[in-house]
Nanobody
Framework: QVQLVESGGGLVQPGGSLRLSCAASGGTFSNYNMGWFRQAPGKEREFVAAISWGGGSTYATDPLKGRFSISRDNAKNTMYLQMNNLKPEDTAVYYC????????????????????WGQGTQVTVSS
C-alpha cells in the first residue's frame, strides 16, 4: 500500500510562486507514474500534470504548461509541482496520485487512472 503526503500549499499573492511536494512511502516509488490534480470549490477534480516513473516523460495540461512544471526525485521518494505566476483561478486543493501499475508506459490524465491519493494541500491565491 502506497501512502502519499502533500505539502507546500498556502496563501500566496497573484504572480507569486509555490512548490508543492508529494512524499511517498510504502511502495517502490521509482516504479510508479505519478500525477497532480486539483479541485476548486464546487468543481470537479481536474488533471494538472503527470510524470513517468523514471522522470523522463512529463505532461501538463495545456493552459498550465507555461507556468507549472512537474518533477521527481526518486532517491528522495518525492514528486514536486513548481507553480509560477499564480493566479486567483489556481486556488484549489492540490492532490498527488500514483498509478499502481509497475513502470507503465502511458501517462494518465484522468483521476480514474490513479490508484493511490494523498489527502491534498490547499493553495489559495489572493491579494
Amino acid at each position: 500500500q502506497v501512502q502519499l503526503v502533500e505539502s507546500g500549499g498556502g496563501l500566496v499573492q497573484p504572480g507569486g510562486s509555490l512548490r508543492l511536494s508529494c512524499a511517498a512511502s510504502g511502495g517502490t516509488f521509482s516504479n510508479y507514474n505519478m500525477g497532480w490534480f486539483r479541485q476548486a470549490p464546487g468543481k470537479e477534480r481536474e488533471f494538472v500534470a503527470a510524470i513517468s516513473w523514471g522522470g523522463g516523460s512529463t505532461y501538463a495540461t495545456d493552459p498550465l504548461k507555461g507556468r507549472f512544471s512537474i518533477s521527481r526525485d526518486n532517491a528522495k521518494n518525492t514528486m514536486y509541482l513548481q507553480m509560477n505566476n499564480l493566479k486567483p483561478e489556481d486556488t484549489a486543493v492540490y492532490y498527488c496520485a500514483a498509478q499502481s501499475t509497475t513502470r507503465p508506459t502511458t501517462l494518465r490524465t484522468t483521476a480514474r487512472g490513479y490508484d493511490y491519493w494523498g489527502q491534498g494541500t490547499q493553495v489559495t491565491v489572493s491579494s
